[in-house]
């Protein structure tokens, strides 16, 4: 079945730094992929996604590029900011499935100034 | 900006007892799910529903489980007689579409306590 494995946290890093979150895939179809973020006290919010291989996904800072031959999306910004101390999931949808969303573990992030 | 809502934010029940959380989709969408974490592990999905079925569950979805849309608004998951391992963060969320490249719309999650 299919199943997101995610950067084991939680990760700290310092106003400015760069980051990199690991996230590799296994998938029966082709599917699409997604970085959600999780901020203290709030649900979770699609930060970006990519469709096909090769997409690069970006938002606020954040990239991810899917890729297929290593079957990984990696989340990386180079400039981190304390506000970006939250959780963020990594997460996969299989076009051959109702289930919409398979997620990874989780990584919690947080940025000291 | 349009968001789903979740209630309550926090229920704490007694282990046997019957549950109900609720849900408001966002009002254009179709497709509904419910997710659920255990405090340190993944989100797991539960069950996805559109016209008023079932589209696909989990295992984890047993006969203890069942959803329902009971007006044009609410969303409601139903826990028939809880156990102590059903104490997780439950989220719902929606989407305009069914399709592998929609975004689906998270609320803020009913955290769950069985004592």
């Known amino acids: 079945g299919d199943s997101v494995t995610q950067m084991e946290g939680p990760v700290t890093l310092s106003e400015e730094a760069f980051l990199t979150i690991n996230c590799t895939y296994t998938?029966?179809?082709?599917?699409?992929l997604f970085w959600y973020v999780q901020y203290p006290g709030e649900g979770l919010q699609l930060l970006l996604k990519?469709?096909?291989?090769?997409d690069k996904g970006s938002n606020k800072g954040f990239e991810a590029t899917y890729r297929k031959e290593t079957t990984s999306f990696h989340l990386e910004k180079g400039s981190v900011q304390v506000s970006d101390s939250a959780v963020y999931f990594c997460a996969l949808s299989d076009p051959g499935s109702a289930r919409q969303l398979t997620f990874g573990s989780g990584t919690q992030l947080t940025v000291l100034p | 900006e349009p968001e789903v809502t979740q209630t309550p934010s926090h229920q704490v029940t007694q282990m046997g007892q019957e549950v109900i959380l609720r849900c408001v989709p966002i009002s254009n969408h179709l497709y509904f799910y419910w997710y659920r974490q255990i405090l340190g592990q993944k989100v797991e999905f539960l069950v996805s529903?559109?016209?008023?079925?079932?589209?696909?569950k989990s295992e984890i979805f047993d006969d203890q489980f069942s959803v329902e849309r009971p007006d044009g608004s609410n969303f409601t998951l139903k826990i028939r007689s809880t156990k102590l391992e059903d104490s997780a963060m439950y989220f719902c969320?929606?989407?305009?579409?069914?399709?592998?490249?929609?975004?689906?719309?998270f609320g803020q999650g009913t955290r769950l306590t069985v004592v």
């Open positions: 998938a029966t179809g082709y599917p699409s």
């Open positions: 529903f559109y016209n008023n079925e079932i589209s696909e």
């Open positions: 969320a929606s989407s305009v579409t069914g399709t592998s490249n929609t975004e689906a719309f």
């Open positions: 990519a469709t096909k291989a090769d």
